[in-house]
């Protein structure tokens, strides 16, 4: 124990960086966690929805219009606040995309403090969905 405490007092700049990346791996790890809690696969997503679960876009609008999972209803990412949309309060799971994941993890984590525990995020978003060669269909109707 003594030596150790030489060692620390003689190199203090090696002990600190030691630390820094010991508590930036922990972090690291905390968060890679917390957030795969609430991701899930195109292949889980799609048992879910055979279960009855709702899938919401959160693009906006126009991106939704261009290209979205079959049943799905657009609530842009910007309408997800503190309170849950009355839409979603009586679902079972809701599976939130995006075009990549990014903004759909946020809404889903914003969702689940909300109350709405079973909320998932569709990890890699609508990219993932269409390089598993899952159906997207495209609204007509331009608003």
């Not at 150790?4 to 990346?21: C, D, G």
């Not at 957030?35 to 919401?56: D, E, H, K, M």
């Amino acid at each position: 124990m003594d030596r150790l405490l030489e060692f620390t007092n003689a190199h203090p700049l090696l002990m600190t960086a030691t630390v820094l990346m010991a508590l930036a791996v922990l972090f690291y790890e905390t968060r890679l966690k917390a957030g795969s809690v609430a991701s899930i696969t195109s292949a889980q997503a799609v048992r879910l929805i055979n279960q009855g679960g709702r899938v919401v876009d959160v693009r906006d609008k126009a991106q939704y219009q261009t290209g979205h999972i079959v049943d799905a209803i657009n609530i842009p990412a910007a309408e997800i606040g503190d309170e849950p949309p009355k839409k979603l309060k009586n679902s079972k799971s809701v599976i939130l995309v995006c075009d990549n994941g990014a903004k759909s993890g946020a809404c889903a984590n914003t969702l689940r403090k909300a109350g709405l525990e079973n909320t998932f995020s569709l990890r890699g978003g609508l990219a993932a969905w269409q390089q598993d060669n899952l159906p997207v269909v495209a609204t007509d109707k331009p608003t």
